[in-house]
Nanobody
């Protein structure tokens, strides 16, 4: 049974930083592409960042140079460091597993963690 458990969300002022983490179990983590998606109220879920098995990263244009995705295969975690946060970054952030560079959305999802950025 695959489980993805996110942590690290919360309330932060604009310009601040947060770090999200996702712990994976039930998958061969080192062989699995991992990503972060987000969904704001009234909007579709969108890719934030993805990291491949080989460590290649992809970012949404809106977060480039502000967010960094990284993985620790030994600890079976993928993290998202978010700097210079903006109110428009407010959303529920979801961990995702099973994607690849051609199709980043895998079949496994975490329960989501709320990130709220106040102006």
């Amino acid at each position: 049974q695959v489980q993805l458990v996110e942590s690290g969300g919360g309330l932060v002022q604009a310009g601040g930083s947060l770090r999200l983490s996702c712990a994976g179990s039930g998958i061969i983590f080192s062989s699995t592409g991992m990503g972060w998606y987000r969904q704001a109220p009234g909007k579709q879920r969108e890719l934030v960042a993805f990291i491949s098995v080989g460590g290649v990263t992809l970012y949404a244009d809106s977060v480039k140079d502000r967010f960094t995705i990284f993985r620790n295969n030994a600890q079976k975690t993928v993290s998202l460091r978010m700097n210079s946060l903006k109110p428009e970054d407010t959303a529920i952030y979801y961990c995702n597993a099973g994607g690849n560079l051609r199709s980043t959305a895998g079949q496994y999802w975490g329960q989501g963690t709320q990130v709220t950025v106040s102006s």
